[in-house]
């Protein structure tokens, strides 16, 4: 474990407290708002709520690990011996990133086969990307496990990425002219805010991570990407499902 | 109690946080879905969540105990004395096995009769199943208890199989074509899943199973069982109840 000052302690404390508010707020603002979009969004609205209800779950959970692995005493740090459990993180993203792409799917309202297809495709290779890295991070070490199960993971990631601006791309293109840009917002929130995991997962072959520091920059910039694709990145999801119920409404 | 390694304990640790949240996740879904499927279906898609809220109930009481059993410092797992409590599944099962089949007889919609006779049946077979399996895992052997309790339960758990595909399996191909499919995959589900649990408990007969891998391989492996039997095959009922709904509201 690494040695931590009581500033960076306290840093990560009050980010994971901050996350934990956020997504709880999150859950209960696309909840609440299931009843004003029509019902072809409903279930849209409520995988939205789903992931961010997940994420606050594991961010009660990380930061009740991050508690335990440290104890602060008159402003000095010491390690507890607890291990801090990083797993929570590979735990919640098993479950939320396939929903957080069959959100997106959900609210384009494709055809049913479409929709069934590129759930499965999508939300499948987000669940392999998951699992491949999940051997790389907790081995522990900076070799060539991390680095093998971490090659593995970017084959999916990268499929994905495709996809987003691929065959997902062209259907994006039909959507109504009223929700293109936001639909478009939306799936680039995911690829840029994604681009944060395999940084942080490469980059201690390039630089040594051992210090309080990083330690403290990786978890608050998980929890800021984390942040990014799952609330901010459902607002987005809402808003569309809201003005697409309007049109729609107002059309029929 | 087995020696586990620090990497063991872990793995098990996440894969029960990973039940926790999925079992909610499932339940909220599932509950938040009643309002999109007709009056026909809501019990069945209430009962779906009850499964899962009681499923949820379980993994969060057996992750306690986990994290109790053993602990965990500076990367070497010991035994605390305190002794895991493996009942805890006896006593889920008992209540969600014969709900979960009551699910798929109830959005199956046949007559009051049948509904009433079948669910009778095979939830009585299925609490009988559990019940007779309970003093054999619980005797801690791997003698002639384990192995008597264990045979006698088989015989309720062939009846279920049996008649999921012989008087329900005529009642599903008597099932509009829509969902025929569907109700013949969540019927497989069931069966499927359910095997793993048999060979478990019988695997000791034939290989010794002292160590901390089987220990972590029978965890994770219950656990996706539970998984699939519980919300992956909830979701195909409520997909069912949707598409059902939809169909019969078209035609009325």
Known sequence: METLTAGQFSLVYNAFSFGIATFAAATLFFWFGRSQVSHHYKTAVTITGLVTFIAF?????????WGEAYEVANGVVTVT???????????????TVPLLLIELILVMRLSQTETVS?????????????LLGYPGEVSGGIDSTR??????SMIPFLYIVFTLYSSLGEAIERQPDSVRGLIRLARNLVVVSWFFYPVVYFLPFLLSLDGGTT???????????????????????????????????AKA
Not at 81 to 95: E, I, P
């Open 147 to 152: 680095f093998i199960w971490g090659a593995l």
């Open 81 to 95: 011996g607890a291990s801090f459990n990083h797993a929570y993180r590979y735990v919640d993203w098993l479950l």
């Open 215 to 249: 330690r403290a920059g990786i978890e608050v910039g998980y929890t800021i990407a984390d942040i990014t694709a799952k609330a901010v990145f459902g607002l987005v999801i809402f808003a569309i499902a809201v003005r697409k119920s309007e049109a729609e409404g």
């Open 118 to 130: 590129k759930s499965i495709k999508l939300g499948g290779a987000a669940a392999l990307m998951i």
């Open 57 to 65: 779950y594991h961010y009660w959970r990380i930061f009740d690990s």
